[in-house]
């Protein structure tokens, strides 16, 4: 593969519910191996972003535009193809069967005939989310929110997806388990896996992401590495606002 190719490249990528335009973007691209972090204030269109990505929407907005997966136009696809091709979503609360044991949750998810990724057995998993190792008997149900959150990336690990977004996975979490999430997530990304992940707390995005996307209205205002981003006044504000809550 060549690696000037991004894993995951969506252009003029337009979400609009009735004269409201959710999302307006004209080019994002991640590279392989690349972390990316989505901040933006509520309302920003961080979710819609993610779920268009996927071929998903809340109600029936007009959506348009390309969806590429190396190089592959995957736009016109429904959300199933676009996983079996190796995108993959973990939504905002996870996505877990709340009655069946954690082993069970993880056997659901069975890994992508043909992928270019890297499914994770059960090992892999374990030795990624010690606590599910432990917890593997208990219904999902009984987790704590941590937990489940982990959870729910294992199971999108078992697929061995290119591409992986997560919608932020620390909502609700105490801040010390933030970072320990952050840095689970950090340790995923690698040739074969590259990460888009919605984060509200920007401090933590920025402790931990390649590049940052700030998100305003739907659409993007400004973009790049994380060492020229992290001194943009625009993120400051973020960061001041957060300081300020
Ligand atoms: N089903 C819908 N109908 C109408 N407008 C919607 C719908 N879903 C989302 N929107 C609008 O799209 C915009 C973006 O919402 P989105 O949920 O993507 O924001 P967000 O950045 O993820 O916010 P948060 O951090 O609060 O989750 C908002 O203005 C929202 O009101």
Redesign the pocket.
Known sequence: MNAAVPVLEARELRVA?GG?V?LDIPHLAIAPGELVGVV?A????????VNALLGWS??A?AVSGSVRLDGEEIGALPPHRRVARGLALVP?GGAVFMRLSVAENLAAARPLSGTRGRPHDAAAIHALFPRLAERQHHAASALSGGERQMLAVARALRLGPRALLLDEPSIGLAPRLVADVLRTVRGLVGPDLSVLLVE?NVRAAIAVVDRLVL?ER?RILAQGPVAAMRDDPRILEAYLGEAAA
């Open positions: 519910y409201h959710a933006g509520n309302g920003a269109g961080k979710s819609t972003l809340r109600g907005p905002e509200q998100l739907g």
